[in-house]
């Protein structure tokens, strides 16, 4: 009968813990989206009609595209997260905002790594579910890809983002390329590949 007291309050303790660590304490809309703002939307904006290499940070629901497995943002897990490096110029990634730009500062840094350790939530957006479809390609093997001018480049495939193809160049760089820009075979690899 004791024993049975004991376990049952150890559970009740361990439950009442595991509810405990509670709400986020980054607000993508307080904390994160003026970061974004502030550094990122000259080049990185639908407001401002630039979309560089695909990413825009002003429209939260194309945002979520970037969350996800194999995407620039992995929710709770930083080691995956392409976004800080990118930041900070770490990891051989082109530094964003680029040179000449005012990079962001250690505590916005600290900001978008808390945000992304506590789930990357945005306004909106299911990410329990967005992790759950974004699919990942089991094999990247560099592949050939050429566009309607007959400019050629060699990249991973990384996943399709509705009419876009995620490629991965060899440096490193992620672009969202438009599938009607690719020559008919690229179109015809990206959508064998998205099958797989
Ligand atoms: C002055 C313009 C400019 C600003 C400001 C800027 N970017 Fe970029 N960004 C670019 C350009 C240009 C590219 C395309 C890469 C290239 O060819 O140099 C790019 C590419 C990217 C990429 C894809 C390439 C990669 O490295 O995987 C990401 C992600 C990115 N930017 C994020 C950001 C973020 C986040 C910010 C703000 C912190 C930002 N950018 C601010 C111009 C800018």
């Known amino acids: 009968m004791i024993r049975a007291f004991i376990a049952l309050t150890f559970i009740a303790a361990a ?4 509810q405990l660590p509670g709400s986020p304490t980054i607000d993508f809309k307080k904390h994160v989206q003026p970061i974004f703002a502030k550094h990122c939307y000259d080049c990185h904006s ?3 009609k630039k979309e560089k290499a695909g990413f825009v940070f002003d429209d939260v629901k194309r945002l979520a595209n970037d969350v996800g497995p194999g995407r620039i943002i992995v929710p709770k897990d930083l080691e ?8 900070m110029g770490a ?6 905002p680029p040179e000449g730009k005012d990079p962001l500062s250690s505590k916005e840094i600290e900001t978008l790594k808390t945000w992304i350790e506590e ?5 909106g957006i299911d990410i329990a579910a ?3 479809a974004t699919k990942r390609p089991k094999v990247k093997t560099p592949m050939n ?3 309607k001018e007959g400019k050629a480049i060699k990249a991973t495939f990384e996943g399709m983002e509705g ?4 490629l991965r160049t060899e440096n490193g760089q992620l672009y969202k390329y438009p599938l009607s820009n690719l020559n008919m075979a690229g179109q015809f690899q990206a959508k064998m590949q998205a099958e797989q």
Do not use: R
């Open 119 to 123: 789930g990357a939530n945005l306004p």
């Open 46 to 48: 639908v407001g401002k």
């Open 163 to 166: 009419e876009f193809v995620l």
């Open 80 to 87: 995956q997260s392409d976004l800080i490096p990118i930041v």
């Open 15 to 18: 439950t009442l813990h595991a």
């Open 130 to 132: 967005k992790m759950a």
């Open 91 to 96: 990891n051989g990634k082109k530094m964003m």
């Open 145 to 147: 890809w050429t566009n």
